[in-house]
């Protein structure tokens, strides 16, 4: 079946969506995280694209971005390439770790523009990871508090309501779901889960778990199960197929 062409966006902004491969676990570690924050700034350099909000979720990313001199499928193979290169190499893996296609809507008003914006930081608070957009380390919304950012242009948002404006805006609950992803639909949460699966394979972070043998591997899956994770849960968390999971 053929691809649908992507919606084009009347102001050139888009609200985007990059996942891991079979929902699987992309930053494991806050090293992870600050390296695809690095890569993002470095990217935006050469690409020249607009970038009004971000947020680093397990396994996936929300941006919310206006390409500049390139299209946003360079820019996601930019970003994707630099990023996969340099997490293969730490943690000795080969292979793909991105969907291949990242999801994408337009952003066609300023209405839209900030309910986008505001969903985009609760998404920590969604996925059960904080309680405060502001405490969350890994999205622009602290930015947005303190005012000034190397990486996130903050000048159009603050131009629609003002700084003071769009921090009570934020501060109010939203509504309206924005091209949601399905991966929060799990009885536990992915940072309850990640904290279960250390403890029951007692190593330092999911992804190990693929490198281990067969008999060691099998054993910690079939104990992640009946610790209450679910078949695609613990695919997404560390990498194993779903295929193999799902026999536990």
């Known amino acids: 079946m053929p691809r649908q ?19 699987q676990q992309i ?26 909000a971000y947020c680093l979720m397990g396994n996936h990313i929300h941006l919310l971005i206006k390409p500049g001199k390139e299209p946003l499928e360079m820019i996601f193979k930019r970003i994707g390439s630099r990023y996969v290169y340099w997490y293969n190499w730490k ?16 952003i066609d008003t300023e209405e839209y523009f900030l309910t986008v914006l505001r969903y985009i930081h609760e998404n920590p608070i969604e996925a059960g990871m904080t309680e405060n957009i502001y405490s969350y380390d890994y999205s622009s919304a602290k930015e ?5 950012s190397l990486l996130v242009d903050m000048e159009f948002s603050i131009d629609i309501l ?12 939203s509504e309206r779901k924005c091209m949601d992803d399905d991966t929060a639909n ?33 054993m910690i899956l079939s104990e992640l199960r009946k610790n209450g994770l679910s078949i695609r849960q613990i695919s997404r968390l560390t990498g194993v197929s779903f295929n193999i999971v799902r026999k536990f």
Do not use: W
């Open 186 to 218: 799990t009885r536990l949460s992915d940072k309850e889960a990640i904290e279960i699966i250390k403890k029951v394979s007692k190593l330092t972070n999911s992804l190990e778990i693929q490198s281990l043998n067969q008999e060691k591997r099998n």
């Open 91 to 106: 943690y000795n893996r080969r292979g793909h770790l991105f969907q291949d296609r990242y999801k994408s809507e337009p």
């Open 162 to 173: 003002g700084r003071e404006g769009l921090l009570e805006f934020f501060a109010q609950p």
């Open 5 to 23: 062409a992507r919606r084009l966006s009347k102001t050139g902004i888009y609200h985007t969506m990059l996942r891991g491969i079979n929902r």
């Open 144 to 148: 947005y508090l303190n005012g000034k």
């Open 27 to 52: 930053f494991e570690d806050k090293d992870d995280y600050e390296k695809f924050i690095e890569v993002l700034k470095d990217c935006k350099a050469v690409s020249g694209f607009m970038l009004y």
